[in-house]
């Protein structure tokens, strides 16, 4: 079984930066494939970016390339995404999930941890 927490999130202005943690337990964090989803209100949760087991790569959404970084501390056993330049249109849940596919995912259906999820607002 793993456990994801993530922290992080907040009140931060258009411009600005945020970096969300996923520290995981019950197994370590580079023999998963690890994401990050988001919900705004009233929307299906999407897909943000992804690092697969071990890091060989990265994938990330259309519309935060350039913007977001998902990086990997295995001696923490923790996951973070680095967003910058965010938008109003940024704000949500985010959720960190970690999948047992050995290649990054986009699809929430092929993730099979969740955390609880941490609220990003930005305002203009």
């Known amino acids: 079984q793993v456990q994801l927490v993530e922290s992080g999130g907040g009140l931060v202005q258009v411009g600005g930066s945020l970096r969300l943690s996923c520290a995981a337990s019950?197994?370590?964090?580079?023999?998963?494939?690890m994401g990050w989803f988001r919900q705004a209100p009233g929307r299906e949760r999407e897909f943000v970016v992804a690092?697969?087991?071990?890091?060989?790569?990265?994938d990330s959404a259309d519309s935060v390339k350039g913007r977001f970084t998902i990086s990997r501390v295995n001696a923490k056993n923790t996951v973070y995404l680095q967003m910058n330049s965010l938008k109003p249109e940024d704000t949500a849940v985010y959720y960190c999930?970690?999948?047992?596919?050995?290649?990054?995912?986009?699809?929430?259906?092929?993730?099979?941890?969740w955390g609880q999820g941490t609220q990003v607002t930005v305002s203009s």
């Open positions: 999930a970690a999948s047992p596919a050995p290649t990054t995912r986009t699809s929430r259906y092929e993730y099979s941890y």
């Open positions: 690092i697969s087991r071990y890091g060989g790569s990265s």
């Open positions: 019950g197994r370590t964090v580079n023999t998963l494939t």
